[in-house]
């Protein structure tokens, strides 16, 4: 591979690598060697460096056409029936305006998380309407901006009663009537950290006293079966006793039953996929969790907030940002780092697009083609198990219930056998006539034209909810809920909230750590196709056979890549990845009798989720110093292992560094902890720097994660969502996770994975895996190759051109960078005064996304340029960056003030610019645009610099009032 190499004109690969051959001849001459191959070999270093590329599993690259073809092909073996099986996954009718608008809008997926909320305002604003919808709905009083799924969000949940309850029992309490995936997640994560799970078939009459002390129990509500019943007494009989109430909570059925909080909840969970998401057989969709009041600091992942900005104004940002968890590490009570940001968007868009009363029909409607049902069938002689339910039915046949499901499926419908001789219907928004029609038919009942007449009026018939359990209060009662319910308002607002917001379609994010490359058009296409999107995730796998089939394919790659022998798809994060991985490092433990081992070696620099994930797997974390070139400090390491003599249970790395440089002696290290008896995580989250030049796996790798949301082009979709595939050797293969309604359970190597579940779904977020697929796809080996040497090659040039301006903080040999840059601000702070945020802020004026802040380093700027931008991209980039060194020299000569100059006062609205007398010490033009032809298309922050503190002072979590932002 040379700087001359190149594809073939119709090859996908030249378009998705920004810089060209000529590119990168130039580049090359500014970095000190003469081709790709001599900079990767200088690079990398030589013990764990492949020979040449290795290309048994994965094919020649595809044409964007030929790519599309085969997904096609894999999509017509999917069969797509109508799904009446429920338990947390329903039908969903995703209004067109948001399909078009949201989902398949750059605007929205290719934005990332907002950390520099000046630039984030659209985002944010959606994300505190998904908070209200979410707050509203279960009467609680703050909620959280998305968790993972429902599942997760329960475990979550669960973690919280702990730490949050006086109780010093160590026993939760789980109604037996959980949705079953729900239920062995929580058997999963308990067992890691020592919770004891006391399973109850939960009612009104239950005895709490005789349950003993317990810090908490949980209640689904509706029941996995259908049943809805009032747990406001056992609720209060268990916060007695010092418990808290976890509700697990159908958001669409508290549209009419009374809220979890007036029930007494402490902490409300679940999920909104079927706010306008869909299935996309298991996600990815938002999860949700609502607090009372008091426990708004304990909630996991994120939360958005109100402050104000440096002129008063009211502004959204992240509130409480000391409570994530990669900045408490070992301290961490949680693992979320993130959220499924773009599908938050998405359900608080369909609760805003449908308002209140029209959430309130599709309820209504829903729970009374239930009812209907459920009176075809005892009409026709059948039981119900319960007679009180929202939308899911169980039926009691005298003959065989599988029987029941396969006449189901012959007539297009999948119904769920419950047990031998019951059968689970659920029904949803998208149920029609027709189809309740043929349910009845699959019990070998012909439906009487007045059975289903209530749903054939314009007023549906009423429902079985009990009359004490029917809600009366009210909820968003927001007027952007009661506004925008034509579709030209409905756009018209997308449009505004998009038009606020910085994204990759404005121009380069320059992400340490973050790798926001180029989704590309192709890679998305088929994530909408109903073979894909419309499957409910436990359908029987002869209807699923494309998608498992394309997962195959999937596992079978990144294993290839990686020099692993298998791996699973189902972490829907990299946190969950890195959770996943150490769990199955613990189960191989513990299966060779080891159970003693439980340190957790973790260098000072590793990304701070590393250190949660291990104490959620029950590990001991005990840090690793770095040396000044920001390697693992070997002999730090060695007197770690010789105090923890016997108890090593794993060391987490990351590779290339998270200081950005290819450590030499990284085989030392693994081999270090291999005799010492411990197992090698490395954490894979720079993998977009080694594809085909080096393997986790040939250089003392024993389990890594992965993010397809970086380096295998999945969108960050504003923070989510991602996807954490999580990679293994043969010996702790058996323990990677697996699920108890997986339709398979041998994965990619022929390997079973019997771990526990570590998400919802058996395959996690699979309905945006054809976005990775597509992408290794139409790359090949070759183009996997070439763009991470193009990557490495972006990092380098931008550091030897920022050099003399910003010390590049670390470097490898022959003073080389991986794929991403450490920029020290800390000389230019003591001479000037002007900080690492002046700098991001200013750069919003100069129109680009900050790089990534003090991370690992405070002070410090950590660029990653990715190899999918262009040369003058990263032209415009360094230019800025130039422009901004000089006037923050201008600042220490004394020529602006400390407190009143261009960096200081940035960014700068368009507003600030016209309202009012300007008395600052340099022009309008000088604040808006410093270097004219830098500012290409210019993009106006909404909002000025924002006031963290005085929002986590006056903590505001739902929507405001209208005027404040009048």
Not at 2 to 17: C, M, V, Y
Not at 514 to 528: D, G, P, R
Not at 797 to 820: I, N, S
Request: proline share 5%; with cysteine.
């Amino acid at each position: 591979m040379t700087s001359s190499s190149t594809f073939d004109l119709d090859a996908f690969g030249r378009r998705h690598i920004g810089t060209t051959p000529d590119d990168h001849a130039l580049m090359l001459t500014q970095v000190g060697h003469e081709s790709l191959d001599d900079l990767m070999a200088a690079a990398v270093p030589t013990a764990i460096r492949m020979e040449e590329v290795i290309d048994s599993v994965i094919p020649p690259a595809a044409t964007e056409r030929q790519a599309i073809a085969e997904l096609a092909g894999l999509a017509q073996q999917n069969s797509v029936r109508t799904s009446l099986i429920g338990l947390g996954y329903s039908g969903t009718i995703t209004p067109a305006v948001i399909q078009r608008n949201v989902l398949e809008n750059p605007s929205w997926y290719t934005a990332y998380t907002p950390y520099q909320p000046e630039i984030s305002q659209g985002r944010l604003e959606a994300l505190i309407n998904f908070q209200t919808v979410v707050a509203d709905l279960t009467g609680l009083d703050v909620a959280n901006s998305s968790m993972l799924d429902e599942g997760t969000a329960v475990v979550e949940g669960m973690l919280l009663a702990r730490r949050a309850s006086k109780a010093s029992s160590n026993r939760f309490v789980v109604d037996a009537d959980v949705l079953p995936q729900t239920l062995a997640l929580l058997r999963s994560r308990a067992a890691a950290v020592g919770i004891e799970l006391v399973v109850v078939d939960l009612e009104e009459g239950t005895d709490v006293a005789a349950l003993g002390e317990h810090f908490g129990i949980l209640v689904q509500y509706p029941g996995a079966s259908g049943r809805v019943w009032n747990a406001a007494s056992v609720i209060a009989a268990s916060k007695e006793q010092g418990a808290l109430a976890v509700v697990a909570a159908d958001l669409l059925a508290t549209a009419v039953l009374t809220s979890p909080g007036e029930l007494g909840a402490d902490v409300a969970v679940g999920t909104t996929q079927r706010f306008g998401v869909p299935m996309g057989f298991g996600g990815p969709h938002a999860g949700f969790m609502a607090v009372r009041a008091g426990l708004e600091r304990q909630l996991p992942g994120r939360l958005v907030g109100v402050s104000q900005d440096a002129a008063g104004h009211p502004a959204y940002r992240l509130s409480l940002q000391a409570r994530e968890q990669h900045i408490r590490r070992e301290r961490a009570t949680s693992n979320i780092c993130t959220a499924q940001v773009l599908l938050a968007v998405m359900a608080s868009m369909y609760a805003v697009y449908h308002g209140p009363r029209g959430i309130r029909h599709i309820a209504v409607s829903t729970a009374a083609k239930a009812k209907v049902l459920g009176d075809a069938l005892t009409r026709s002689g059948l039981s119900l198990v319960h007679d009180a339910y929202f939308d899911t039915i169980r039926v009691r046949v005298p003959g065989s219930a599988r029987e029941v499901v396969a006449r189901a499926r012959e007539l297009g419908l999948y119904l769920w056998e419950a047990d031998e001789r019951t059968v689970h219907i659920a029904v949803d928004e998208t149920t029609t006539v027709d189809e309740l029609s043929r349910v009845v038919e699959s019990f070998g009942f012909e439906a009487l034209a007045e059975d289903l007449a209530p749903l054939r009026q314009l007023v549906p018939p009423s429902t079985t909810l009990p009359a004490g359990l029917r809600r009366t209060s009210s909820y968003l009662e927001h007027p952007v809920f009661n506004t925008h319910q034509s579709e030209t308002q409905m756009m018209r607002y997308l449009k505004l909230l998009a038009d606020r917001d910085y994204a990759l379609d404005r121009g380069m994010i320059p992400l340490g750590s973050c790798t926001m490359k180029l989704n590309a058009a192709t890679e998305m296409q088929s994530i909408t196709w109903p073979e894909f999107a419309n499957l409910h995730p436990f359908a029987p796998e002869a209807d699923v056979v494309g998608t498992l089939g394309l997962i195959e394919q999937l596992e079978n790659w990144l294993a290839e890549v990686t020099g692993y022998d298998t791996v699973s798809l189902q972490p829907n994060a990299g946190s969950q990845g890195e959770l996943a991985g150490l769990l199955a490092i613990r189960g191989y433990h513990r299966a060779n009798g080891d159970d003693e081992r439980d340190v957790c070696l973790i260098p000072s620099s590793a990304h701070g989720t590393n250190a949660a994930s291990a104490v959620l797997a029950g590990l001991r974390v005990v840090v690793v110093a770095t040396d000044d070139l920001g390697n693992v400090d070997l002999d730090d390491l060695r007197a770690k292992i010789a105090a923890h003599a016997g108890r090593i249970a794993a060391l987490m790395i990351t590779y290339p560094s998270t200081h950005g440089v290819y450590e030499h002696e990284v085989k030392q290290v693994t081999q270090a902890v291999h005799d010492a008896g411990g197992q090698v995580y490395i954490d894979g989250a720079n993998l977009n720097a080694l594809l085909g030049h080096a393997r986790f796996g040939d250089f003392g790798g024993d389990v890594s994660h992965l993010n397809l949301h970086k380096t295998f082009c999945i969108p960050h979709g504003g923070g989510g969502p991602g996807i954490g595939p999580v990679a293994a050797k043969a010996h702790p293969a058996p323990f990677l996770p697996g699920h108890p309604m997986a339709q398979r359970t041998e994965h990619a190597g022929g390997v079973t994975h019997d771990g526990g579940p570590v998400s919802a779904a058996p395959y996690g977020s699979a309905s945006i895996l054809p976005i990775s697929w597509a992408y290794v796809r139409m790359m090949g080996s070759e183009g996997l190759k070439q763009s991470a040497a193009a990557a490495v090659l972006a990092a380098n040039y931008v550091a030897a051109r920022l050099g003399d301006h910003f010390p590049v903080l670390y470097t490898g040999k022959d003073g080389l960078v991986a794929h991403e840059c450490i920029l020290d601000l800390r000389p230019l702070t003591a001479a000037t005064g002007v900080t690492v945020d002046d700098v991001a802020k200013r750069l919003i004026d100069y129109g680009f996304h900050a790089p990534t802040m003090s991370f690992p380093v405070a002070g410090t700027l950590m660029v990653e340029p990715t190899e999918s931008e262009d040369l003058a991209e990263l032209e415009r980039f360094i230019e800025a960056m130039i422009a901004i060194k000089s006037e923050a020299d201008a600042v220490g000569r004394g020529e602006w003030p400390a407190d009143d100059n261009p960096l200081r006062n940035a960014p700068h609205t368009a507003e600030s610019l016209i309202a009012g007398e300007w008395t600052h010490p340099y022009s309008r033009e000088q604040a808006a645009y410093p270097v004219r032809s830098l500012v290409r298309n210019k993009y106006w922050a909404p909002v000025r610099r924002i006031d963290q503190a005085y929002g986590d002072r006056n903590l505001v979590c739902a929507c405001p009032p209208v005027e404040a932002f009048a």
